[in-house]
């Protein structure tokens, strides 16, 4: 029914940069938010950065400055910059989309990424 695809994970040196793409697929009517979760070893699952339709953005404190949240409309697709990456972003990094599947339906329906790892190094 509906995919997210994520690419863009990797290792990558503390200081450098990384660049998440997440594009929804399947019977979507629109996506009202999109946004991006991340998972440490031995941690919840929390928040990055997330960005509804009309372009609202809200981040984490701690990657504030750092990571920049975009989106592409037209294509179904979210984007989370990293620069100046430390040690502790390390983690599996999850997209997320709160989407409708037909017009005149409130309803929304949560769908997540299968997740792509993202190791920064000191």
């Known amino acids: 029914q509906v995919q997210l695809v994520e690419s863009g994970g990797g290792l990558v040196q503390a200081g450098g940069s990384l660049r998440l793409s997440c594009a929804a697929s399947g019977s979507i009517f629109s996506i009202n938010t999109m946004g991006w979760y991340r998972q440490a070893p031995g941690k919840q699952r929390e928040m990055v950065a997330v960005m509804t339709k009309g372009g609202s953005r809200n981040y984490a404190d701690s990657v504030k400055g750092r990571f920049t949240i975009s989106r592409d409309n037209a294509k179904n697709t979210v984007f989370l910059q990293g620069n100046s990456l430390k040690p502790e972003d390390t983690a599996v990094y999850y997209c997320?989309?709160?989407?409708?599947?037909?017009?005149?339906?409130?309803?929304?329906?949560?769908?997540w990424g299968q997740g792509t790892q993202v190791t920064v190094s000191s």
């Open positions: 997320n989309a709160i989407l409708s599947l037909r017009p005149g339906d409130s309803a929304e329906f949560r769908y």
